[in-house]
């Protein structure tokens, strides 16, 4: 997905450290892929948590990841 032209694209991981699955909102750049922020599903309490890795992120890609988040997890 293209925002502010940049180009993002999300990424499907399990996470054992919360016993559940993630969604990476990854940024293509230059020199390959870096990941800037993910939404932890956990299945033990059905939470979902996110967190940031690098600077400054556009809103619409953290709404975004978080749509994609509800959309695939669903809100338990």
């Keep these: ?3 502010l ?4 694209e999300f990424v499907v991981a399990s996470d054992a450290s919360c016993d559940g699955i993630r969604l990476e909102l990854v940024e293509l750049v230059d020199d390959g892929r870096q990941t800037l922020a993910d939404i932890s599903y956990s299945d033990r309490d059905g939470t979902m948590t996110l967190q940031t890795f690098e600077g400054e992120v556009p809103v619409e890609a953290i709404e975004a990841t978080i749509k994609e988040a509800r959309h ?3 809100e338990r």
Aim: aromatic residues 20%; without cysteine.
């Design 1 to 3: 997905m293209l925002i």
């Design 5 to 8: 032209g940049r180009q993002f």
């Design 72 to 74: 695939r997890f669903g």
